[in-house]
Each structure stands twice: as C-alpha cells, then as structure tokens.
C-alpha cells in the first residue's frame, strides 16, 4: 500500500518561509518522479513544481518560480518543498504525488500523470 504523509504546514507571516515534508511508504521517490500542488478554497488543484526521478531536473510553476524549492533525500524517501518570501496568494493546501511511472522526467503539470497522493498540509501566509 502506498502513503504519502505531507507535513510542514502552518500559518506564517507574508515574507517568511516555511519547509514541508512529504515522507513516502510503499514506494520509493529514487525511481520516481513527484510533483507538488495546491489547493486554494474555490479553485482548481495548481502544480506548484516537480522533480524528475534521478532529482536533476526540477521545474515549477511561474507563480512560485525563483521563490520554491523541490529536494530530496532518497535515505530517508523524503522530498521537500523549501518556500521563501510567502505572500497571502500562497495560501493553500499542499499535496505531494508520485508519478504514475518510474523513471518519469518530471517534465508532467497535470495532476492526471500522478497515481499517489497525500492527505495535504495546510499553508496560511497573512498579510
């Protein structure tokens, strides 16, 4: 059985930063390419970015590039997403997902290419 367990989320203030965490079981995210998206109340799941399997390539949406960060440790087949300078338009909920496939480029946006999905983490910036 796969999980997935986001956590990390909170309420912070706008230009502050938060790092989540996405711990996975079942499989592994050193074969697997993963994304993150959100969630805001009343619109659509967003991609926020992804990385490819190998961790060399990652890409990102225009809202967060330059201010998010994907990493991993395959050790602990965790992935995170560093974010800095958070305004109150990043308020959301965050899932992590693994691609369908193994050995995915990452080069994936929609939420369809992903099979595993977490609970989410809630993310609050206020003003």
């Known amino acids: 059985q796969v999980q997935l367990v986001e956590s990390g989320g909170g309420l912070v203030q706008a230009g502050g930063s938060l790092r989540l965490s996405c711990a996975a079981s079942?499989?592994?995210?050193?074969?697997?390419?993963m994304a993150w998206f959100r969630q805001a109340p009343g619109k659509e799941r967003e991609f926020v970015g992804s990385?490819?399997?190998?961790?060399?390539?990652?890409y990102y949406g225009d809202s967060v590039k330059g201010r998010f960060t994907i990493s991993k440790d395959n050790a602990k087949n965790t992935v995170y997403l560093e974010m800095n300078s958070l305004k109150p338009e990043d308020t959301a909920v965050y899932y992590c997902?693994?691609?369908?496939?193994?050995?995915?480029?990452?080069?994936?946006?929609?939420?369809?290419?992903?099979?595993?999905w977490g609970q989410g983490t809630q993310v609050t910036v206020s003003s």
């Open positions: 079942g499989r592994t995210f050193s074969t697997t390419a």
């Open positions: 997902a693994l691609d369908r496939y193994k050995y995915g480029s990452g080069r994936n946006y929609s939420p369809d290419r992903y099979a595993n």
């Open positions: 990385m490819s399997w190998s961790g060399d390539s990652t």
